[in-house]
């Protein structure tokens, strides 16, 4: 308050008192009404200076005022009768009472102007803006008589701080002499519905021109405050609630926008799915729910019985069952009978609604598309106004929209939880063990598109060789699982039969473009595509051939040097028909690493591709770990906490092995079957020098079927090699006849046929592979373990 105001302190009586009933504040006027001086009375108890009376609620729009007659001790030792207003604090009570309380002499100025035929709410102020005169209407929306509020100013009629304002207007109309308005927010009471006035304010002013006070019109807009409330409500409705498809944060955010707007408290109770599907179409009570989010204005939310997760029962007559049992909205309060039969009989519920004051609750039932989801439960303790039916018709607003965005998230989660599982049964559950790579995977499925086609493999081939997939189908869910699925299974059938990478990838590019065939309509093709990285690399020759079909290059780390991106032919996306795939083939050292990934590793909101990929260099340089820790390094080095994945990643690290020449061993045969004798016996021999000879009897029949085949159907120069680690024993025959041989059942009579179908009887696998120079036959034999 500036010092200039024109007022008289000394004109009200006022003291403030603090939560214990203790003088805090004694102004001037109060010692003129009672003699005690400030110094004699603060730090007393204000009951020392009551001899009787009490104060009682006050109705209107100031708050939890009280007011009432007290007879009061003065300091020379008789009593007085003071008719006495007080209004809450944050901390104790503001009690004031007027000493001047005269009406306005009749050729005052502010007595000439008539109130009584206003239809709005009409008072008169003075210069010192004490109230002077108000019409029935003033009176009605203060909840006093003229003759209790004579003398006042506003701060002394209402102790909201919205009134300090409203002085600070009334004194400016009174110093500028011009008209103003300003609108005023009144609780009704302390946490009660707000009523909006308009305050038209005019100076009053005599027949010489000077202004003697201040006159104020009052028009209450609250139905069209209130509509306004509404409507922003339902608006932040409509923009917070459905954020994510996570359906325990949308029904947090329906918490969030009720609570305190709405109600003091809100609960959302979800049925559980059955079976994983929809919830159940008909219900019976008694009826349980899971608690998914709670609100209250409390802090820890203490009226909660049960915390998310946990489960609520709610028998036959609760205002919950009924509103889910017949889709209507029900508001309830503790004297209503079903309600109070209800919490008669569950003694928790019905001590925490009398320890909090719980006074009156609303059961909204959520649905959407026919289907009943659950309920949202708002109850009011600290507002003392009861649910109305415009609140009922704003909540059930509210609800409306969020239930469809529950459903909306629900559907999204179990087709999610479904594409997840699909995509789980479709990777491979463990990488393959080979004696040419040791590798380590990752697979993150997208925040918020979800699952998505991107796959890795690791398929171990015939010689000791293995083949290192990576590939990412276009889409997300259940169709992009379902394709990811086929092209893996094809991708290792084609393996099985030894093509090269790039005739690997024509192959599948042939099926995507049958597929896309298949998956469209009205003649027209599907949208099925796909990306992928094929390589494969040969641990004897320490060579890797690779081919990709529009998929990110992988990484290559070699051993003590730095990372550096592999330069291979880009190819077309698979599902394009018709370009051609180009290979790459390169010497890798023993302990070199490999990274293959999938674009969502690299391609985030947070940074370009250039920089991403430079941050997976940094991640992979002086990489000394295991590969296990690699993976983890390099997705928390592109894909932090806090950033949110837009695509879903797959990652394969490989760090690759070297079989040392002394583990294998080639012969030049000659195309003479009277040599096959000497054969084996130097393959013998071999074995021996491996401490192989447990395996001696096994391998020595099939070397002899296969040599024996390549001379007498074979075309030469003719090779044998023996290739093998701690569990495995391989034997390849390869000549230069493109003509692969084929497994048959022999007859009864037949003297030959019988080769092959020993050699598959005796291997643990066998086959073929066609190579530039002609095919080799293989056949790989499981070594036992000692002991």
């Known amino acids: 308050m500036s010092p200039d105001y024109p007022f008289d302190e000394a004109a009200t009586a006022r003291a403030a008192l603090d939560g214990d009933g203790v003088l805090t504040e004694w102004n001037e006027g109060a010692r003129r009404l009672l003699g005690w001086s400030a110094p004699e009375v603060l730090g007393r108890p204000a009951v020392d200076l009551v001899a009787g009376g009490s104060l009682e609620p006050v109705p209107g729009l100031s708050g939890d005022r009280r007011g009432g007659t007290l007879t009061l001790r003065h300091r020379d030792g008789r009593t007085i009768p003071v008719w006495l207003l007080a209004h809450p604090r944050p901390q104790g009570w503001l009690v004031v009472t007027p000493l001047d309380n005269d009406p306005p002499a009749p050729d005052d100025p502010l007595a000439r102007i008539d109130l009584i035929q206003s239809p709005c709410a009409m008072a008169i102020h003075d210069e010192q803006l004490r109230l002077r005169r108000m019409n029935e209407a003033m009176a009605d929306a203060l909840g006093l008589p003229e003759e209790r509020l004579r003398g006042l100013r506003p701060t002394d009629l209402n102790g909201q701080p919205g009134t300090v304002e409203l002085e600070q207007h009334m004194h400016e109309v009174l110093t500028s002499a011009r008209r103003t308005h300003v609108r005023a927010y009144v609780p009704v009471t302390g946490d009660g519905p707000t009523s909006a006035w308009l305050a038209r304010m005019a100076p009053v002013v005599d027949a010489e021109g000077r202004v003697r006070g201040v006159s104020i019109a009052a028009h209450d807009f609250t139905e069209q405050y209130l509509a306004r409330e509404r409507l922003q ?77 946990g489960l609520e029962e709610y028998p036959a007559g609760s205002p919950q069952a009924d509103a889910l049992l017949t889709g209507r909205t029900i508001i309830a309060a503790p004297q209503d009978r079903d309600l109070a039969e209800w919490l008669a009989q569950d003694s928790q519920r019905r001590d925490r609604a009398r320890e909090y004051g719980m006074h009156c609750g609303m059961s909204v039932p959520l649905r959407a598309r026919g289907t009943t989801l659950g309920i949202a439960l708002l109850t009011r303790s600290r507002r003392p106004d009861h649910f109305t039916a415009d609140d009922a018709m704003l909540a059930e607003e509210i609800a409306a929209r969020a239930a469809v965005c529950i459903d909306n998230a629900r559907r999204y989660s179990r087709e999610r939880e479904t594409a997840l599982a699909l995509q789980r049964s479709l990777l491979p559950r463990s990488l393959a063990r080979t004696a040419a790579v040791a590798a380590a995977s990752r697979y993150l499925p997208a925040a918020q598109a979800g699952v998505g086609g991107d796959w890795f493999d690791v398929i171990p081939l015939s010689g000791m060789r293995v083949a290192l997939v990576v590939g990412d189908v276009v889409g997300h869910g259940l169709q992009a699982s379902a394709t990811m699925g086929r092209l893996r299974t094809a991708v290792r059938t084609l393996a099985d039969i030894d093509l090269s990478p790039e005739e690997l990838l024509t192959h599948l590019d042939d099926l995507v473009v049958r597929l896309s065939e298949e998956t469209g309509g009205d003649g027209s093709p599907g949208e099925v595509g796909a990306t992928c990285l094929y390589a494969v690399y040969d641990p004897v020759s320490r060579r890797c051939a690779m081919a990709r079909a529009g998929h990110p290059a992988p990484v290559l780390v070699p051993p003590g040097d730095q990372p550096r991106e592999i330069e291979l032919p880009a190819g077309p996306p698979l599902g394009v028909g018709g370009l051609p795939f180009e290979s790459a083939e390169m010497a890798l050292p023993e302990d070199s690493l490999l990274a293959f990934f999938t674009n969502g590793l690299i391609e985030t909101h947070a940074r370009d591709v250039d920089a991403a990929r430079e941050l ?28 949110v994945a837009c695509d879903d990643v797959a990652l394969l690290v490989a760090r690759t092995r070297g079989l040392p020449a002394s583990q294998v061993a080639t012969w030049d045969i000659p195309a003479d079957p009277a040599l096959v004798a000497p054969i084996r016996k130097q393959v013998l021999d071999q074995l021996g020098d491996w401490s192989l000879s447990e395996a001696s009897f096994t391998t020595e029949l099939v070397v002899s079927e296969l040599v024996t085949n390549a001379i007498r159907y074979g075309a030469p120069p003719i090779r044998l090699r023996l290739i093998h680690d701690e569990t495995t024993l391989i034997c390849e025959v390869s000549d230069t006849s493109h003509t692969a041989p084929h497994l048959r059942r022999a007859k009864t009579w037949d003297e030959g046929g019988r080769g092959l179908l020993l050699v598959a009887q005796l291997t643990q696998r066998w086959g073929s592979r066609h190579t530039a120079e002609g095919k080799t036959i293989w056949a790989e034999l499981t070594l036992l373990e000692e002991g």
Not at 243 to 269: I, K, N
């Open 233 to 309: 409500l339902v608006n932040e409705a409509s923009v917070s609630i459905g954020s994510t498809l996570d359906v325990g944060r949308t029904a947090q955010e329906l918490v969030d926008v009720c609570v305190p707007a709405l109600a003091d408290f809100v609960s959302v109770d979800l049925l559980d799915p059955a079976d994983g599907g929809d919830p159940p179409a008909r219900l019976t009570a008694p009826v349980t729910l899971r608690r998914v989010a709670h609100r209250s204005v409390l802090p820890g939310t203490p009226e909660a019985l049960v915390e998310p997760g």
């Open 616 to 643: 997976l260099r940094e991640a992979l340089t002086g990489d000394t770990g295991s590969l296990e820790q690699t993976c983890d390094r390099v997705l928390h080095t592109l894909l932090p906490k806090d950033d």
